[in-house]
């Protein structure tokens, strides 16, 4: 089984039936999973905030949300986490592509990926960073303790884990 | 008739509805002039009732009413072509357009100019957009109501505000009420 597929089962597995996204190439196979499966809606959305608007909609109707995004989103996404998805106690996961990290051709990458966890941190979110491809098998876990904490939590895949994971 | 007009005469209409209300001014008269379960207060996050409302209506089947503000939607454009390309027959999207943004003390916004939000919504593929005037919010609402079919309601109006106190209810409290009312919506 793919990497992806891997972690399109686990979110199914997780009760997750609403996802939301802005892509980032190294999270393609993860959307075309999602897209192929009749397990999860799939909803993208124009912009990460926007899209935990959906996330947090998605939850008050009784459906287990997830969100996915890259890393430079996190700039835009604060406001959302802190009054809405922390504010109301919701339970978020993100899974995101965490660009900028070794293995990145584009230099500007890097600017956002130096702020990641420092963006987190300042947050309270607990973050999970999946560098080796084994450590995927952490996922099911995360997700559960993500809804039992009703709290968001960050899952950072970097170009490493995407290497060994396809 | 301004802002907290339109929404005293849509009282009624929402009293049997999921309520998605946006930040500010509109929450706090609606919490004032109409409190009730099935609504879900906004208390930061500005631009986002549409989302919550569209993700709210996608997952279950009883009708979701969000009332947002042309300044809201003018900070979330990116909601209109999402909330065109998934349609949900179960949800209603009430702007009050009074052209301006409100609750910061009714500063200009450009739906107030040259801007039209229903015609934005209409080239973002938005089937049913229905434009009216303050005195036939409620009207509208309803037939978008029993239309069955996904409705973004323009409703324009006059800027201005009245003296409403913030709300005070825990963000927790009108999350866990607003979920035992979307369960007893879906029975
Ligand atoms: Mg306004």
């Known amino acids: 089984m793919s990497g992806s597929r891997k972690l399109v089962q686990d979110m199914v597995d997780a009760g997750i039936g609403f996802v939301t996204s802005v892509p980032c190439k190294q999270l393609k196979g993860v959307l075309e999973e999602i897209d192929a499966s009749d397990r999860i809606r799939h909803v993208p959305a124009n912009k990460e905030d926007e899209g935990m608007g959906l996330c947090a909609g998605a939850f008050l109707g009784g459906t287990r949300p997830c969100i996915i995004m890259q890393n430079t989103a ?69 997700l559960r303790h993500t809804f039992m904490s009703s709290k968001p939590t960050a899952i950072l895949t970097d170009a490493t884990f995407w290497g060994e994971a396809q | 008739m ?115 939000l229903a015609r934005v919504a209409e080239a973002c593929g938005c089937e049913r957009v229905v434009e009216c005037d303050a005195g036939q919010a409620a009207e509208a609402l309803q037939d978008a109501l029993e239309s069955n079919r996904m409705t973004i309601i323009v409703c324009k109006c006059d800027p201005g505000n009245i003296p409403v106190p913030v ?18 919506a879906n029975g």
């Not at chain 2, 709300?167 to 007893?184: M, Y």
């Open chain 2, 167 to 184: 709300i005070e209810k825990h963000p927790v409290t009108i999350r866990d009420r607003f979920i035992q009312a979307v369960r007893r």
């Open chain 2, 2 to 116: 301004n802002r907290s007009e339109v929404i005293q005469s849509l009282l009624p209409v929402l009293r049997d509805e999921l309520v998605v209300c946006n930040i500010g001014l509109p929450s706090q008269e609606l919490h004032m002039m109409g409190d009730q379960p099935s609504n879900f207060y906004m208390l930061g996050t500005m631009g986002l009732a549409s989302s919550i409302g569209l993700g709210l209506a996608l997952v279950q089947e009883a009708r979701v009413v969000a009332i947002d503000g042309d300044g809201s939607v003018l900070t979330n454009l990116g909601t209109l072509p999402t909330i065109a390309n998934n349609v949900a027959d179960n949800f209603t999207l009430f702007i009050v357009d009074n052209g301006s943004y409100g609750s910061t003390g009714d500063q200009p916004t450009y739906a107030g100019r040259k801007t039209s």
């Open chain 1, 74 to 142: 996190l700039g835009v996404t604060v406001n959302a986490l802190a009054t809405l998805i922390q504010y109301y106690h919701m339970p978020l996961p993100m899974l995101i592509s965490y660009r900028g990290e070794v293995g990145e051709p584009v230099a500007c990458q890097v600017e956002m990926a130096v702020h990641t966890k420092a963006i987190l941190a300042q947050l309270n979110i607990q973050t999970y960073h999946f560098h080796r491809a084994q450590d995927a098998r952490e996922f099911p876990g995360i």
